[in-house]
C-alpha cells in the first residue's frame, strides 16, 4: 500500500518536473528569432564592412560619430524626448479626471466611460490617426473652434508639425493611461477616504493628501507607458508629421525605406533601444526603492 | 456652526464633482472626435474625404475596390492574424502552464524574458527580422509575417493567461493526479476551465495586436499583397479617398462589437 502511494506521488512528480519543459518552445522562439535578430542588429550598427555585408565584419564605432555629429539626428532626438514628454503629461491630465469619475460612477455609466477608451484602443492605429487627420483639417472642428474664440482669424495648418503630433500622440495614447489609472483608483482603500471625510477634510485636501500620494504608482507607471508608447510609435508621426517632422522612429523609416541605409538604420534602432531600456529601468529602480512605502502591488 | 460646515462642504463638492463633469466630458470628447469624424466623413460626396462633409451618400461602401489591392489585403491580414492568433494562445497556454504547474528556478527571469517584447519596440523588431531573414533564413513573406507577429502577439497572450494561471492551487492538479486522471484529463477538468476566460482575452489581444501591426508588417511585408494597414498608411500619404473612410468605418464597426460582446476581457488586463 505504502510502496503504491508512493510509486503514485512519484509519478505525479516526474510529470510535473516534465511539465517545466513546456517553457521551452517559446523561449527557443524568442531566442531565435527574437534575440538573434536584435544581436544581428547591435552587430550591424559597429560593423566596418561594407553594408551589403548584412551579418558584420570588423569593428567600428563611426556610424555613431557619424550620426552623432549630424545636427539633423541631434534635433530629432530632442524633439522626440520633449513630443513624447509633453504629450504624456498632457494625457495624464486628462486622464486623471476621467479615471476617477470611471471609479465613482454607477455601473452603466463606468461600463460607457470604459468602453469609450477600449473603442480607440481596439481600433486600427492607421484608422485613429485618419480620425486625427479629419479632426485637424482646415474645415476641420478645431479650427472652428479657435476661430469662433477669435484666437485665430486663418484655419491654422496643423498637420506635419508638433500640434499634429502632440494632439495626435494624446489620442493615441489616453486609453493606456486611462485604464490603469482607473484600476488603481479601485484599489484604494475606502476606509482611508471615509475617515479622512469623517474628520471633516475637503474633498480637495482628501485628493492632495490621500488619493494622490497613493495613486502616486499608477500615475508613474501611466507616464511612462505613455512616454514609451509615444517614443516608439510609427504610424502616428508617420502620418501627422511626415517627412517635413521627423521623429526617431519615422527617421529610422526613412533610412530604411527610402535610403535602404541599414547601417544608420541600425544605429538608429540602437539610440532608440537604449531610450527605451533606461527610462523603463529608471521607472523600476524608482518604484523599488519606493516599495517600502506603498503596498505591495 | 455645524450646519456651516457641512454646507460649505457641500458647495465644496458640487464645485468639485462640477470640474470634473466638464473634464471628463472634454476626455469623452477627444476619445470619440476622430472616431466620429471618420465615420460622418465617410457619408460625403466630394472625391476627398472632408470633415464636416458635404452631401450624403452610401457610395463608398459599394466602391471597397476603387482603392487597388484593398480587398485583397483585408483577406490577406485576416487570414495572417488568425493564423497568428491560434498559435500565439497556443504557445502562451503551454508557456504559462509550463510556469506554473511546479515552482521551477529562474521563474522570474524566464517570464521577465518572454515578456520582452511588450516593452521594446516593435518598429526596431521589424528591422531586425527584416535583416535576420535577408542574411540568415530566406523564408518566404507569409512565413516571415507569421513570424514577426508572432514574437509580440505570444508575449500580448502570455500576459492575459499567466496571472489566471497563478491563482490557480497547484494541489488541486497534483490531487486529480493522485486520484488517476491522466494529464489530459487533468488538463481538461481542473485547469482549463480556470484559464478559459484569460485565454479568450489572450486570443483578443493576439489577434488585434497583430490585424493591427504596421511597424513589423512594413518591413517583412509582400510588397504584390501587404497586409491591411500598409495599404491603409500608404493611402494616407495621398490625399484621403472617402473610400479608405468607409473602409475604417466599417473596422470602427468591427471595434464596437468586440467592445460591446468582451469588453470585460479587454480591461482586466487591458495594457
Not at chain 2, 191 to 212: K, N, R, T, Y
Request: charged fraction near 10%; glycine fraction near 6%; hydrophobic fraction near 55%.
Amino acid at each position: 500500500m505504502a510502496s503504491t502511494l508512493k510509486t503514485s506521488t512519484r509519478g505525479t512528480r516526474s510529470f510535473l518536473s516534465g511539465s517545466a519543459a513546456l517553457v521551452l518552445p517559446a523561449i527557443l522562439l524568442l531566442l531565435v528569432t527574437y534575440i538573434l535578430p536584435l544581436l544581428q542588429v547591435l552587430r550591424l550598427s559597429v560593423s566596418s564592412a561594407d553594408p551589403s555585408v548584412l551579418d558584420g565584419a570588423g569593428f567600428t564605432l563611426r556610424h555613431y560619430f557619424e550620426f552623432f555629429a549630424d545636427p539633423t539626428s541631434l534635433r530629432v532626438i530632442w524633439r522626440s524626448l520633449w513630443i513624447s514628454f509633453v504629450s504624456a503629461l498632457i494625457a495624464l491630465v486628462i486622464a486623471y479626471p476621467y479615471a476617477i469619475s470611471v471609479a465613482k460612477s454607477g455601473p452603466v455609466m463606468r461600463r460607457v466611460l470604459i468602453s469609450l477608451a477600449l473603442l480607440p484602443m481596439t481600433t486600427s492605429g492607421v484608422v485613429r490617426a485618419y480620425g486625427v487627420i479629419m479632426v485637424l483639417g482646415r474645415e476641420g472642428p478645431l479650427n472652428k473652434l479657435l476661430m469662433a474664440l477669435g484666437l485665430v482669424s486663418q484655419p491654422v495648418q496643423f498637420l506635419y508639425g508638433p500640434a499634429a503630433l502632440i494632439i495626435g500622440n494624446i489620442y493615441f495614447v489616453l486609453p493606456f493611461v486611462i485604464l490603469p489609472l482607473a484600476a488603481g483608483i479601485a484599489r484604494l482603500d475606502g476606509r482611508l477616504l471615509e475617515a479622512a471625510s469623517t474628520l471633516g477634510a475637503t474633498k480637495v485636501s482628501i485628493n492632495r493628501t490621500i488619493t494622490l500620494p497613493l495613486l502616486v504608482p499608477s500615475i508613474a507607471a501611466g507616464t511612462i507607458v505613455a512616454f514609451t508608447l509615444n517614443m516608439t510609435a510609427f504610424v502616428t508621426p508617420g502620418l501627422l508629421g511626415g517627412q517635413g517632422y521627423l521623429m526617431l522612429t519615422t527617421l529610422l523609416g526613412q533610412q530604411m525605406f527610402n535610403l535602404a541605409n541599414w547601417i544608420t538604420g541600425s544605429v538608429i534602432a540602437v539610440v532608440l533601444l537604449v531610450i527605451v531600456i533606461v527610462t523603463m529601468t529608471a521607472y523600476q529602480t524608482w518604484l523599488d526603492r519606493k516599495a517600502g512605502f506603498y503596498a505591495p502591488r | 456652526m455645524r450646519q456651516d460646515s457641512s454646507r460649505s462642504r457641500l458647495a465644496n463638492v458640487s464645485f468639485g464633482d462640477a470640474f470634473r463633469y466638464v473634464a471628463t466630458s472634454f476626455g469623452a470628447v477627444i476619445l470619440v472626435l476622430p472616431m466620429l469624424a471618420v465615420i460622418v466623413s465617410s457619408f460625403g460626396e466630394t472625391a476627398y474625404a472632408r470633415f464636416p462633409p458635404q452631401g450624403f451618400t452610401l457610395h463608398w461602401y459599394t466602391a471597397f475596390d476603387e482603392v487597388p489591392g484593398l480587398i485583397a489585403s483585408l483577406i490577406y491580414s485576416l487570414k495572417l492574424s488568425l493564423i497568428v492568433t491560434a498559435m500565439s494562445v497556443a504557445l502562451a497556454l503551454l508557456s504559462a502552464i509550463g510556469l506554473t504547474l511546479r515552482v521551477i528556478s529562474g521563474r522570474a527571469l524566464i517570464t521577465s524574458f518572454l515578456m520582452l517584447p511588450l516593452v521594446l519596440p516593435s518598429i526596431v523588431v521589424g528591422l531586425a527580422l527584416m535583416l535576420f531573414f535577408s542574411a540568415f533564413w530566406t523564408a518566404d513573406y507569409f512565413t516571415g509575417l507569421v513570424i514577426g507577429h508572432l514574437v509580440i502577439s505570444f508575449s500580448y497572450a502570455l500576459r492575459s493567461i499567466l496571472p489566471a494561471l497563478e491563482t490557480f492551487d497547484r494541489n488541486l492538479w497534483a490531487a486529480s493526479r493522485t486520484l488517476g486522471a491522466n494529464p489530459w484529463q487533468a488538463f481538461q477538468t481542473i485547469l482549463a476551465p480556470i484559464a478559459m476566460p484569460s485565454v479568450l482575452s489572450a486570443a483578443l489581444f493576439a489577434f488585434l495586436i497583430s490585424f493591427d501591426n504596421y511597424n513589423v508588417s512594413a518591413f517583412l511585408q509582400d510588397p504584390l499583397t501587404p497586409p491591411l494597414p500598409v495599404v491603409l498608411y500608404n493611402q494616407a500619404e495621398q490625399a484621403l479617398s472617402p473610400v479608405l473612410m468607409a473602409v475604417s468605418s466599417a473596422l470602427i464597426l468591427f471595434s464596437v462589437v468586440l467592445v460591446a460582446l468582451f469588453g470585460k476581457y479587454l480591461i482586466s488586463t487591458g495594457k
